[in-house]
DNA sequence: GCATAAGTGGGGAAAAGTGGGGGAAAAGAT
DNA sequence: ATCTTTTCCCCCACTTTTCCCCACTTATGC
C-alpha cells in the first residue's frame, strides 16, 4: 500500500525517477509494469500493472449505451498507458497524459493505497486548499458514525 | 485488448499507420483484417473483422420497426466497410467515412477494449474535456461500489 | 572523509514513421 | 473488343523518433 507524498521533478525527456522507498515493492510485485492513465481531477493514476487490470475489465463490461459509463471508458481505458521502469528505476510519460495533467518540470507523487497518484505541484497545492473549504453539511452518510 | 492513446498523422493518400504494438496481435488475430464503421459520436470505430462479425449479426438481428433501432443499423452495418492492413502495416481509410468523422491529418487512435477508436484529434479533446464535467449524480447504478 | 548508492543527463543504435514512384488491374469510352 | 486512362496497391528508401545504456554528479551513511 503506498502512502505519503514525494516532490520530484521530470527531466527534460519527461521522464520520472520512481523514489527508492516504492521500487522495490513495484519490482516485486509487477516487474516494474505499471500503467498510467488520466484521471477527471486532471492528475494521472499511476497502478501497478495487476492492480489495474480488474478496473479495466470492469469498465470494459458495462454498456458502452449510457453516455457517462462510454465517457468514463473513454477517459480511462483511452488513456491507459503501459510503462516499463528502466534499469534505472525511471519511467517516461508519455506525452499526451503530460500535456493532460499538465505537468512541466516540478510534480508530486501521492500515496493512495493501492495506487499513486501524479500531479502538476501547483494543482496539487489547489486541490489541497480547495478541500479545506468544504462544508460539513455535505460529507456522505458513507461517514456516519466515523471520525478522525 | 487494446487500450491508450496514439497520436498519428493520416498521410496525403488518406492512409493511416497501424501503430507497431497493435500489429503483431491484429495479423495473428485477423490476419490484418479489419472493418471500420461510423460511431454516432462522430469517430470511426476499427473492429478486428472477428470481434465486429457477432455485433453485426446482433444489429441485423434487432427488430427494424424501431425507429433508434433502425437508425442504428443504417449508421454501423451501412456504414461498416473491410479493409487490409498492407505489409506495411498502413490501412487506407475509405473516403466517406473520413469524411463522416472529419478526420484531416492530425487523429488519435485509442484503444477501448475489444475495439479501437478514430478520432479527429480536436473532437478528441473536446469530448474529454467535456466529459470532465460530468456530474456524480449521473452515475450510472452499475457503478454503485465501484472505485478507481 | 571516504565509499557506496541514488539521481541526472546525454549520446548512439535500431526500429518505426513518412513519402513517393512504379506497376498492375480495373473501369470506361470509342 | 481493344485501347486508353485512372485508381489503387505494393515496395523501397529516407528521415525521425524512441529506447536503452553508460557515465558523471550529487546525496547519504558509515
Not at 509487477?30 to 501497478?48: E, F, I, M, Q, R
Request: charged fraction near 20%; hydrophobic fraction near 40%.
Amino acid at each position: 500500500m503506498f502512502r505519503g507524498i514525494t516532490q520530484l521533478s521530470l527531466d527534460n525527456k519527461g521522464r520520472l525517477t520512481v523514489p527508492t522507498k516504492y521500487r522495490d515493492s513495484l519490482i516485486s510485485f509487477c516487474a516494474g509494469h505499471l500503467v498510467l492513465t488520466a484521471d477527471p481531477s486532471k492528475c494521472l493514476l499511476v497502478y501497478p500493472q495487476p492492480a489495474w487490470e480488474p478496473i479495466e475489465q470492469k469498465l470494459n463490461s458495462l454498456s458502452s449505451f449510457n453516455p457517462q459509463t462510454r465517457s468514463l471508458q473513454r477517459l480511462l481505458v483511452g488513456n491507459a498507458s503501459d510503462v516499463e521502469m528502466d534499469n534505472a528505476g525511471r519511467i517516461l510519460v508519455p506525452p499526451p497524459l503530460r500535456q493532460f495533467a499538465g505537468l512541466k518540470k516540478n510534480v508530486v507523487l501521492v500515496g493512495q493505497g493501492a495506487k499513486l497518484e501524479l500531479w502538476e505541484d501547483e494543482k496539487w497545492n489547489q486541490q489541497i486548499e480547495d478541500s479545506l473549504i468544504l462544508k460539513d453539511s455535505n460529507m456522505p452518510s458513507e461517514l456516519d458514525g466515523f471520525s478522525l
